[in-house]
Nanobody, 123 residues
Framework: QVQLVESGGGLVQAGGSLRLSCAAS????????MGWFRQAPGKEREFIAA????????YYSDSVKGRFTISRDNAKNTGYLQMTSLKPEDTAVYYC????????????????WGQGTQVTVSS
């Protein structure tokens, strides 16, 4: 079992920045890739970014590439999503998730999910 807890969400003006954290616990976290997704009201959960266990390989959706940066600190069992140049359309609940499989862009790939953290970007 892996437990994931996101934090760092909040209200920010357009153009601002936030850093989300995802704290993991549970021994099966070892060797897992981590992904970030978001879900806006009335929309499907959307892939944002993913990072492999060693932190070398990263993947981004086109909607956030160049603005968001995913990273992780395995010694702290924590993943991060640095978000810059935020736009109102980035408003959503953000979730982290872990998996030991590939196809990082699919929600069905992931085995464990956090409860989500709200990010609201005002114009």
């Amino acid at each position: 079992q892996v437990q994931l807890v996101e934090s760092g969400g909040g209200l920010v003006q357009a153009g601002g920045s936030l850093r989300l954290s995802c704290a993991a616990s549970g021994r099966t976290f070892s060797g897992s890739a981590m992904g970030w997704f978001r879900q806006a009201p009335g929309k499907e959960r959307e892939f944002i970014a993913a990072i492999g266990w060693f932190g070398v390989r990263t993947y981004y959706s086109d909607s956030v590439k160049g603005r968001f940066t995913i990273s992780r600190d395995n010694a702290k069992n924590t993943g991060y999503l640095q978000m810059t140049s935020l736009k109102p359309e980035d408003t959503a609940v953000y979730y982290c998730a872990t998996t030991k499989r590939s196809d990082y862009g699919s929600t069905t790939t992931y085995d464990y999910w956090g409860q989500g953290t709200q990010v609201t970007v005002s114009s």
